[in-house]
């Protein structure tokens, strides 16, 4: 059996293997990474998608219902039989922590099947979503290993759950289900969340201490082992006590866009010299115009002190179609500053008439320094004339 999906669906093909008691996998296209389905006897044993999927580890000890030391305790005796049949593998399969567990009668296996269906349904979930794509079915024989623990779901029943996990992730928000979206805590309201009579139980500890306000919902499904519709129950919860907050990020993009769309409006120039309706419609919805500023005041301090009234006034010389720009106008500086800098030019140029400068040209006209200069020679000699006359000498 194979095709497209765009020819049927995921849950007709499902109760065609079923009906046909199909042992195999079921292979499905689309959505970028492709998924599987398992069977075994026309039931389904497994589903497996690219979303972050719940590891059985994590979810017994993040819920509370085996701790950490007897977990390790297990894993190690694990290891050391996988060690010793050759394998050198340090990744414990999710079947034989569940064998292991059920042998020593650690777990309620209600709870270990509980996890172990969630997983279906959450791969399930995610691949009935998938419109196109091709699907192949590849028949097997049952594999021995896994007759004992795995799970096997009826194809209505399990459909049935996955319409239900449907509804129940259309009543999420929007911003717990984007995997995108970073939570973040909110303290003051983490306080007091236990003296409502309610304590948060032990996923949503796990799950706050997992939050660092980096991560992603992606991320942190990854690193805690929870599934993405058991994450997003847990920080639905939280975010209606107030714990967390769940921002949308496409609303924060959003935001940002049309934050720097205003801000790049506002400081275009060409908007300014040529087109007054802009400003004027500026000036109706409270948004400073530049063009004004800068006559008022010949600066603007949005980014800093930049002086661009010369600008403008080419620009708008330029827009009117006028032959050459206006003669730049220097702005005035305090009379200390222009003393200062005067003197200072003055001591630069000192000498320029004996190398033969334009000024030494008769007929030349004076320059600003050459008088500056005459008028200093001119108040020594005036102060040295009113020093004679008072002390008597020369």
């Known amino acids: 059996m194979h095709g497209d999906l765009s020819n049927t669906t995921l849950a007709g093909i499902c109760r065609a293997l079923a009906s046909a008691r199909a042992t195999g996998r079921l292979v499905v296209g689309g959505g970028g990474e492709p998924g599987s389905v398992t069977l075994r006897d026309g039931a389904i044993s497994d589903a497996r998608s690219p979303q972050p999927r719940a590891r059985l580890a994590s979810r017994l000890t993040g819920g509370g219902h085996l701790d ?16 010793g049949s050759g394998s050198n593998s340090e990744v414990v399969d999710d079947l034989a922590l569940a064998r292991a ?50 799970p096997l779901v009826d194809v209505e029943t399990l459909l049935e759950e996955v319409r239900k996990r449907e509804d129940r992730l259309a009543g999420l928000p929007p911003a717990a289900l984007r995997p995108d979206t970073v939570p973040h805590l909110q303290p003051t309201q983490l306080a007091g969340a236990d003296h409502d009579g309610e304590h948060l139980g032990a996923d949503a500890v796990t799950v706050l201490g997992a939050i660092d306000e980096r991560r ?3 991320e942190l499904a990854r690193a805690l082992g929870y599934g ?32 720097a769309e205003r801000r790049s409006d506002h400081l275009d120039p060409t908007a300014v010299a040529g087109d007054t309706s802009a400003g004027a419609s500026n000036a109706e919805e409270g948004v400073p115009d530049l063009g004004d500023a800068a006559d008022a005041s010949g600066s603007t301090s949005f980014g800093g002190e930049v002086d661009v009234s010369e600008f403008l006034r080419e620009l708008s010389s330029l827009a ?36 033969g400068g334009a000024e030494d040209r008769p007929g030349a006209p004076r320059s600003p320094r050459s008088v500056h200069k005459a008028d200093e020679a001119t108040d020594r000699g005036n102060g040295q004339r009113r020093r004679r006359r008072l002390f008597g000498r020369g």
Do not use: K
């Not at 296996?109 to 969630?118: A, K, T």
């Not at 009379?335 to 140029?349: F, L, N, S, V």
């Open 228 to 259: 993405g519709y058991d994450l997003a129950c847990v920080l639905a919860d939280l975010s209606e006590r107030g714990v967390v907050t769940l921002s949308d990020p496409a609303e924060g993009v959003g935001a940002a866009l049309d934050l």
């Open 101 to 150: 567990l059920l042998d020593g009668g650690l777990v309620d296996p209600l709870v270990i099947e509980d996890v172990l269906v969630g997983q279906i349904v959450d791969g399930m979930v995610e691949l009935r979503a998938r419109r196109t794509g091709r699907y192949g079915f590849e028949p097997s024989g049952p594999d021995p290993s896994q007759t004992s623990v795995r």
């Open 68 to 83: 950490e030391l007897t977990l390790d305790r297990v894993l190690q005796d694990l290891r050391r039989g996988l060690d």
């Open 320 to 355: 009117r179609g006028d032959d050459a720009p206006p003669t730049p106008r220097t702005s005035a500086a305090p009379a200390g500053d222009a003393t200062r800098r005067t003197d200072r030019e003055g001591h630069e140029h000192t000498g320029s008439a004996a190398e």
């Open 216 to 218: 992603n919902l992606w």
